[in-house]
Protein backbone atom coordinates (compact mmCIF):
# COMPACT_ATOMS: atom_id res chain seq x y z
CA UNK A 1 0.00 0.00 0.00
CA UNK A 2 3.30 2.58 0.80
CA UNK A 3 4.52 1.48 -2.50
CA UNK A 4 0.87 1.78 -4.67
CA UNK A 5 0.42 5.84 -2.24
CA UNK A 6 3.96 6.87 -2.97
CA UNK A 7 3.27 5.77 -6.85
CA UNK A 8 -0.40 7.39 -7.30
CA UNK A 9 1.29 10.63 -5.32
CA UNK A 10 4.38 10.94 -7.33
CA UNK A 11 1.90 10.31 -10.59
CA UNK A 12 -0.28 13.38 -9.84
CA UNK A 13 2.40 15.63 -9.10
CA UNK A 14 4.24 14.72 -12.23
CA UNK A 15 1.16 15.17 -13.99
CA UNK A 16 0.21 18.62 -12.48
CA UNK A 17 3.76 19.90 -13.24
CA UNK A 18 3.89 18.45 -17.07
CA UNK A 19 0.53 20.45 -17.13
CA UNK A 20 2.06 23.80 -15.60
CA UNK A 21 5.55 23.47 -17.68
CA UNK A 22 3.84 22.73 -21.43
CA UNK A 23 1.02 25.55 -20.70
CA UNK A 24 2.87 28.50 -20.43
CA UNK A 25 5.24 27.60 -23.25
CA UNK A 26 8.81 28.06 -23.20
CA UNK A 27 9.38 29.89 -20.88
CA UNK A 28 8.50 26.94 -17.79
CA UNK A 29 8.83 24.22 -20.33
CA UNK A 30 12.75 24.80 -20.93
CA UNK A 31 13.66 25.36 -17.07
CA UNK A 32 11.71 21.86 -16.86
CA UNK A 33 13.74 20.18 -19.41
CA UNK A 34 16.36 21.30 -17.94
CA UNK A 35 15.98 19.74 -15.12
CA UNK A 36 14.64 16.58 -16.78
CA UNK A 37 17.89 16.39 -18.98
CA UNK A 38 20.23 16.53 -16.22
CA UNK A 39 18.68 14.13 -13.68
CA UNK A 40 18.07 11.93 -17.00
CA UNK A 41 21.80 12.03 -17.48
CA UNK A 42 23.04 11.58 -14.33
CA UNK A 43 21.05 8.32 -14.18
CA UNK A 44 22.89 7.80 -17.36
CA UNK A 45 26.11 8.17 -15.79
CA UNK A 46 25.31 6.36 -12.46
CA UNK A 47 24.13 3.27 -14.69
CA UNK A 48 27.51 3.19 -16.83
CA UNK A 49 29.05 3.45 -13.38
CA UNK A 50 27.90 -0.39 -12.76
CA UNK A 51 30.10 -1.69 -15.85
CA UNK A 52 33.19 1.08 -14.88
CA UNK A 53 32.02 2.99 -18.17
CA UNK A 54 33.84 5.94 -18.20
CA UNK A 55 32.29 9.35 -19.91
CA UNK A 56 33.04 12.92 -20.01
CA UNK A 57 30.83 14.09 -17.00
CA UNK A 58 30.96 17.57 -17.17
CA UNK A 59 31.27 18.49 -20.46
CA UNK A 60 28.22 15.76 -20.92
CA UNK A 61 26.21 17.97 -18.70
CA UNK A 62 26.97 21.31 -20.94
CA UNK A 63 26.36 20.26 -23.89
CA UNK A 64 23.60 18.41 -22.75
CA UNK A 65 22.19 21.76 -21.39
CA UNK A 66 23.26 23.54 -24.61
CA UNK A 67 21.46 21.47 -26.83
CA UNK A 68 18.00 21.65 -24.82
CA UNK A 69 18.80 25.72 -25.06
CA UNK A 70 19.37 25.45 -28.95
CA UNK A 71 16.03 23.80 -29.61
CA UNK A 72 14.38 26.75 -28.60
CA UNK A 73 11.74 28.03 -31.76
CA UNK A 74 12.57 31.32 -32.93
CA UNK A 75 15.96 31.28 -32.18
CA UNK A 76 17.78 33.36 -35.42
CA UNK A 77 19.09 30.64 -37.75
CA UNK A 78 22.81 30.01 -37.54
CA UNK A 79 24.74 32.73 -39.67
CA UNK A 80 25.10 30.27 -43.02
CA UNK A 81 22.58 28.17 -44.87
CA UNK A 82 21.21 25.59 -43.79
CA UNK A 83 21.11 23.32 -40.73
CA UNK A 84 20.20 24.20 -36.60
CA UNK A 85 21.74 25.28 -34.01
CA UNK A 86 21.02 21.90 -32.95
CA UNK A 87 23.32 20.39 -35.33
CA UNK A 88 25.70 22.94 -34.64
CA UNK A 89 25.69 22.09 -31.00
CA UNK A 90 25.91 18.36 -31.40
CA UNK A 91 28.40 18.92 -34.21
CA UNK A 92 30.68 20.71 -31.88
CA UNK A 93 30.32 18.34 -28.89
CA UNK A 94 31.71 15.62 -31.52
CA UNK A 95 34.74 17.49 -32.59
CA UNK A 96 35.58 18.44 -28.61
CA UNK A 97 35.00 14.87 -27.30
CA UNK A 98 37.27 13.86 -30.20
CA UNK A 99 39.98 16.47 -29.18
CA UNK A 100 40.14 16.24 -25.64
CA UNK A 101 40.86 12.51 -26.19
CA UNK A 102 43.36 12.91 -28.57
CA UNK A 103 45.38 15.40 -26.29
CA UNK A 104 44.36 13.23 -22.97
CA UNK A 105 43.50 9.67 -23.82
CA UNK A 106 44.13 7.76 -20.77
CA UNK A 107 42.24 3.90 -20.44
CA UNK A 108 39.74 3.28 -23.10
CA UNK A 109 39.44 6.85 -25.43
CA UNK A 110 37.11 5.02 -28.02
CA UNK A 111 34.13 3.87 -25.19
CA UNK A 112 34.35 7.19 -23.93
CA UNK A 113 33.51 9.16 -26.71
CA UNK A 114 30.75 7.04 -27.97
CA UNK A 115 29.07 6.31 -24.54
CA UNK A 116 29.30 10.27 -24.29
CA UNK A 117 27.89 10.79 -27.81
CA UNK A 118 25.45 8.34 -26.87
CA UNK A 119 23.89 9.93 -23.96
CA UNK A 120 23.86 13.66 -25.88
CA UNK A 121 22.27 11.73 -28.39
CA UNK A 122 19.49 9.69 -26.51
CA UNK A 123 18.60 12.31 -24.15
CA UNK A 124 18.71 15.96 -24.76
CA UNK A 125 18.48 15.40 -28.67
CA UNK A 126 15.57 13.58 -27.74
CA UNK A 127 14.81 15.70 -25.28
CA UNK A 128 14.34 19.08 -27.86
CA UNK A 129 11.70 17.55 -29.78
CA UNK A 130 9.93 18.74 -26.73
CA UNK A 131 10.12 22.19 -27.45
CA UNK A 132 9.95 21.81 -30.76
CA UNK A 133 6.65 20.04 -30.79
CA UNK A 134 5.44 22.74 -28.29
CA UNK A 135 5.36 25.17 -30.70
CA UNK A 136 4.25 23.21 -34.20
CA UNK A 137 2.98 24.60 -36.37
CA UNK A 138 2.25 27.39 -33.55
CA UNK A 139 2.15 28.46 -30.05
CA UNK A 140 -1.78 27.88 -29.66
CA UNK A 141 -2.14 24.96 -32.11
CA UNK A 142 1.00 23.57 -30.72
CA UNK A 143 -0.56 23.02 -27.15
CA UNK A 144 -3.08 20.75 -28.76
CA UNK A 145 -0.47 18.60 -30.53
CA UNK A 146 1.31 18.52 -27.71
CA UNK A 147 -1.08 16.42 -26.15
CA UNK A 148 -1.27 14.26 -28.59
CA UNK A 149 1.70 11.82 -28.00
CA UNK A 150 1.21 12.51 -24.06
CA UNK A 151 -2.27 10.69 -24.59
CA UNK A 152 -0.98 8.26 -27.02
CA UNK A 153 1.65 6.73 -24.93
CA UNK A 154 -0.68 6.75 -22.14
CA UNK A 155 -3.18 4.80 -24.01
CA UNK A 156 -0.55 2.11 -25.57
CA UNK A 157 0.68 1.33 -21.45
CA UNK A 158 -2.54 0.56 -20.27
CA UNK A 159 -3.77 -1.38 -23.55
CA UNK A 160 -0.62 -3.25 -24.04
CA UNK A 161 -0.34 -4.05 -20.06
CA UNK A 162 -4.24 -5.67 -19.29
CA UNK A 163 -4.12 -6.85 -23.14
CA UNK A 164 -1.14 -8.52 -22.28
CA UNK A 165 -2.32 -9.66 -18.52
CA UNK A 166 -4.99 -11.77 -19.76
CA UNK A 167 -4.39 -12.45 -23.23
CA UNK A 168 -0.77 -12.32 -23.47
CA UNK A 169 0.84 -15.62 -25.44
CA UNK A 170 3.64 -14.55 -27.37
CA UNK A 171 6.82 -12.97 -26.12
CA UNK A 172 7.47 -9.47 -27.63
CA UNK A 173 11.21 -9.27 -27.01
CA UNK A 174 11.56 -12.12 -24.55
CA UNK A 175 15.66 -11.19 -24.17
CA UNK A 176 14.93 -7.68 -23.47
CA UNK A 177 11.58 -7.35 -21.57
CA UNK A 178 10.49 -11.37 -20.79
CA UNK A 179 6.62 -9.82 -19.61
CA UNK A 180 6.04 -8.03 -22.76
CA UNK A 181 3.91 -9.64 -25.26
CA UNK A 182 2.90 -9.45 -29.33
CA UNK A 183 -1.14 -9.89 -28.08
CA UNK A 184 -0.05 -6.64 -25.78
CA UNK A 185 1.54 -4.33 -28.37
CA UNK A 186 -1.79 -4.94 -31.04
CA UNK A 187 -3.77 -4.32 -27.53
CA UNK A 188 -1.99 -1.06 -26.93
CA UNK A 189 -1.86 -0.22 -30.64
CA UNK A 190 -5.93 -0.54 -30.53
CA UNK A 191 -6.02 1.17 -27.54
CA UNK A 192 -4.36 4.02 -28.55
CA UNK A 193 -6.28 4.34 -31.78
CA UNK A 194 -9.49 4.94 -30.09
CA UNK A 195 -7.91 7.51 -27.85
CA UNK A 196 -6.13 9.77 -30.62
CA UNK A 197 -9.18 8.65 -33.09
CA UNK A 198 -11.75 10.51 -30.14
CA UNK A 199 -9.38 13.04 -29.36
CA UNK A 200 -8.76 14.17 -33.16
CA UNK A 201 -12.41 14.16 -34.07
CA UNK A 202 -13.27 15.99 -31.12
CA UNK A 203 -10.71 18.97 -32.03
CA UNK A 204 -12.07 18.97 -35.27
CA UNK A 205 -8.68 17.55 -36.98
CA UNK A 206 -7.23 14.62 -39.26
CA UNK A 207 -9.61 11.85 -41.10
CA UNK A 208 -9.86 8.48 -39.98
CA UNK A 209 -6.47 7.55 -41.69
CA UNK A 210 -4.54 9.61 -40.58
CA UNK A 211 -5.66 9.11 -37.08
CA UNK A 212 -4.72 5.32 -37.69
CA UNK A 213 -1.35 5.89 -39.46
CA UNK A 214 -0.01 8.24 -36.34
CA UNK A 215 -1.84 5.52 -33.43
CA UNK A 216 0.22 3.19 -35.42
CA UNK A 217 3.70 5.43 -35.61
CA UNK A 218 3.18 6.73 -32.27
CA UNK A 219 2.25 3.33 -29.91
CA UNK A 220 5.38 1.49 -32.31
CA UNK A 221 7.19 4.31 -30.89
CA UNK A 222 5.76 4.36 -27.69
CA UNK A 223 7.17 0.41 -27.00
CA UNK A 224 10.16 0.22 -29.29
CA UNK A 225 11.29 3.07 -26.45
CA UNK A 226 10.18 1.05 -23.82
CA UNK A 227 12.00 -1.92 -25.30
CA UNK A 228 14.94 0.11 -25.91
CA UNK A 229 15.35 1.11 -22.54
CA UNK A 230 14.94 -2.16 -21.29
CA UNK A 231 17.98 -3.44 -23.04
CA UNK A 232 20.11 -0.41 -22.04
CA UNK A 233 19.69 -0.96 -18.10
CA UNK A 234 20.45 -5.22 -19.10
CA UNK A 235 23.23 -4.28 -20.76
CA UNK A 236 24.33 -2.39 -17.57
CA UNK A 237 22.88 -4.66 -15.08
CA UNK A 238 20.63 -2.21 -14.03
CA UNK A 239 17.04 -3.05 -12.42
CA UNK A 240 15.65 0.80 -12.80
CA UNK A 241 17.74 3.87 -14.28
CA UNK A 242 17.42 5.42 -10.48
CA UNK A 243 15.24 6.06 -7.49
CA UNK A 244 14.35 9.78 -8.06
CA UNK A 245 10.60 9.43 -8.62
CA UNK A 246 9.01 7.20 -5.69
CA UNK A 247 7.27 4.63 -6.80
CA UNK A 248 8.10 4.90 -10.26
CA UNK A 249 11.55 4.54 -10.21
CA UNK A 250 14.51 6.76 -12.18
CA UNK A 251 13.58 10.12 -14.85
CA UNK A 252 14.57 7.77 -17.38
CA UNK A 253 11.82 4.88 -16.55
CA UNK A 254 9.16 7.53 -16.63
CA UNK A 255 10.60 8.74 -20.14
CA UNK A 256 11.51 6.37 -22.22
CA UNK A 257 8.48 5.69 -24.54
CA UNK A 258 7.99 9.56 -24.92
CA UNK A 259 11.51 9.78 -25.80
CA UNK A 260 10.33 8.29 -28.90
CA UNK A 261 6.90 9.08 -29.19
CA UNK A 262 7.23 13.42 -29.16
CA UNK A 263 9.58 13.16 -31.84
CA UNK A 264 7.80 10.80 -34.16
CA UNK A 265 4.90 13.16 -33.35
CA UNK A 266 6.65 16.19 -34.43
CA UNK A 267 8.19 14.27 -37.56
CA UNK A 268 4.65 13.39 -38.68
CA UNK A 269 3.43 17.21 -38.11
CA UNK A 270 6.73 17.90 -40.22
CA UNK A 271 4.73 15.61 -43.37
CA UNK A 272 1.87 18.35 -43.72
CA UNK A 273 -0.40 16.25 -41.67
CA UNK A 274 -2.26 19.09 -39.88
Known amino acids: METLSSRVLTAVVGFALVVVAVYFGWITLLPALLAVGLV??????????????????????????ALLI?????????PWAGGSWREVVLGFATFYF??????????????????????????????????????TPNADEGLLYFALPLLATFATDIGAYFVGFFFGRRK????????????????????????????????????????????????SASQLGDLSESLLKRALGAKDS??????????LDRLDSLL???????????LGVF
Not at 98 to 115: D, K
Not at 192 to 214: C, H, K, P, Q
Open 70 to 78: ASLPGLPAP
Open 172 to 219: LAPEVSPGKTVEGAIGGLLTSFLLVLAFTRLAGIWSLLDAFLYAALVA
Open 98 to 135: LVIEVVNPGERPLERIVYSLFGLVYIPWLLGYFLLLRY
Open 260 to 270: FAVPITYLFLQ
Open 242 to 251: GNSLPGHGGM
Open 40 to 65: SLHEYIRMLDRRDIDVRRGSLYVFGA
